[in-house]
């Protein structure tokens, strides 16, 4: 089981980016998938996620409907799109795969290594 992140990079306030999280040795559709982030100095925290059978998104109340998560089965990839980032977003983002799902990152079982995504003027 392998997860690969992908899309980070340096953008100015009110820019965008989108992370991609490519999936291997299972199929995305069948697992819940998250986004997560860590800033310097700050602990991890829980970005969005989309769970496995009903595909719910959750998002955590910072997103304020600027980050969609959405996943492409035929690609066996999750995506995160950031919109409006400022420079709080800056952060090392991971995606990561849960048989549960949800918010709490001790409920998931592997990670990916991580994207650096730099916001600043």
């Known amino acids: 089981v392998q997860l690969q992140a992908s899309g980070g990079g340096s953008v100015q306030p009110g820019g965008s980016l989108r992370l991609s999280c490519a999936a291997s040795g299972f199929t995305s559709r069948f697992i819940s998938m998250g986004w997560f982030r860590q800033a310097p100095g700050k602990e991890r925290e829980f970005v969005g996620g989309?769970?496995?059978?009903?595909?719910?998104?959750e998002y955590a109340d910072f997103v304020k409907g600027r980050f969609t998560v959405s996943r492409d089965n035929a690609k066996n990839t999750v995506y995160l799109q950031m919109n409006s980032l400022n420079v709080e977003d800056t952060a090392v983002y991971y995606c990561a795969a849960s048989w549960s799902g949800g918010g709490d990152s001790s409920a998931y079982d592997f990670w990916g290594q991580g994207t650096l995504v730099t916001v600043s003027s």
């Open positions: 989309i769970r496995r059978g009903d595909s719910i998104i």
